[in-house]
């Protein structure tokens, strides 16, 4: 029992990365293209909006870190079953 409800764990936490990593990656392409529309879209406000253009977007190093995490928790779960 508790076994299952770690891989559930690990399932759920590598959805979020990966929709974490989606919407990153997503965004970025949005503000190469100034597609505000599409910000908007994938929800997010306006003054987010602002600070992601002044820093350029979302860091690939946090894309990437998220990634790894993922990389780490597929193989954690893989060791469990």
């Known amino acids: 029992m508790a076994e299952e409800i ?3 764990c690990f ?10 990593n989606k919407l990153m990656r997503s965004a970025n392409v949005a503000l190469a293209l100034e597609d505000l529309d599409a910000l908007n879209f994938l929800g997010f ?17 946090s894309i990437g870190q998220n990634t790894r995490l993922i990389n780490r928790l597929l193989k954690e779960s893989a060791d469990a079953n």
């Open 6 to 8: 770690g891989v559930g």
């Open 45 to 61: 406000a306006a003054a987010h909006i602002c600070e992601l253009r002044e820093r350029g977007g979302f860091r690939t190093s």
């Open 11 to 20: 399932s759920e936490t590598i959805d979020r990365l990966r929709a974490a």
